[in-house]
């Protein structure tokens, strides 16, 4: 079901509500933050998404608009982090996986497992 999510310019302390989708914030938490195609149209810069379920402050409220920036940030890097820890993660399991099978002898349904982790872990890495 779609909800309105909230569109907006720091600079200006603009904000604009489009459609989007309720579970957004959960489902697809590194587009919180991200800049679409939505302009401010104040300065035309490109808006950040902030999804449905974050406050905005009035835009009589410079300190608090301030602070919301500053939590984006902290909330981008946070995120970035965990995805970063998770990449190494499977990363490290793909090659244990790898090396196992290998110990374990070839036989033709190992080298096509070996085959398909290696081509794993050229995507993710
Ligand atoms: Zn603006």
């Not at 810069?45 to 999804?51: A, T, V």
């Not at 981008?76 to 820890?85: D, Y």
Request: glycine share 6%; proline share 5%.
């Amino acid at each position: 079901m779609a909800c309105m999510g909230n569109w907006v310019c720091f600079g200006c302390r603009i904000t604009k509500r489009r459609p989007t989708w309720r579970r957004v914030t959960y489902t697809r938490p590194e587009s919180i933050g991200m800049r679409g195609n939505v302009k401010c149209q104040q300065c035309s810069k490109l808006m950040y998404f902030l999804g449905p379920t974050i406050q905005i402050p009035p835009k009589s409220k410079p300190k608090e608009w301030a602070k919301l920036y500053d939590a984006l940030i902290e909330f981008r890097q946070e995120f970035a982090k965990k995805h970063e820890i998770g990449k190494v993660k499977l990363r490290h399991e793909l090659e244990k996986a790898i090396s196992e099978l290998e110990q374990r002898g070839y036989n033709k349904e190992r080298e096509k497992l070996i085959k398909e982790y290696e081509e794993r872990l050229c995507r993710h890495t």
